[in-house]
């Protein structure tokens, strides 16, 4: 099996502020990872643990941090959206454990 994260992976958590996305971004951080950006829409230009800034859209985020990895944690009517966003933008790694992603959305990601 290869190595997916090492010390260059620079880690954005779409859903940040929410309650799934707060804890394990904390964990990663407290685990040495370098969790560089959050994306939470209307809430960009806020603080996550007053170090890692929120950007509305991953977009923002990838341009402001050269951010190369996500971790989704958002409700399942929109990881299909949130895993969409992240390849536009560029990212290489994306990682959603949403549980009940409908399967249309699922479709279209693949």
Do not use: W
Request: charged fraction near 20%; aromatic fraction near 6%; include cysteine.
């Amino acid at each position: 099996m290869s190595v997916l994260v090492d010390a260059n992976t620079r880690l954005l958590v779409q859903g940040i502020t929410g309650k799934s996305g707060s804890f394990h971004a904390s964990a990663c951080k407290e685990y040495g990872t370098q969790v560089v950006a959050g994306v939470t829409p209307a809430r960009g230009g806020e603080k996550f643990e007053n170090t890692v800034p929120i950007f509305d859209t991953v977009a923002e985020a990838v341009s402001a941090t050269k951010a190369n990895a996500s971790m989704i944690f958002v409700p399942p009517e929109f990881a299909g959206d949130a895993i969409l966003e992240a390849a536009d933008a560029g990212i290489q790694l994306i990682v959603a454990i949403t549980e009940g992603i409908p399967v249309m959305d699922m479709m279209r990601v693949r």
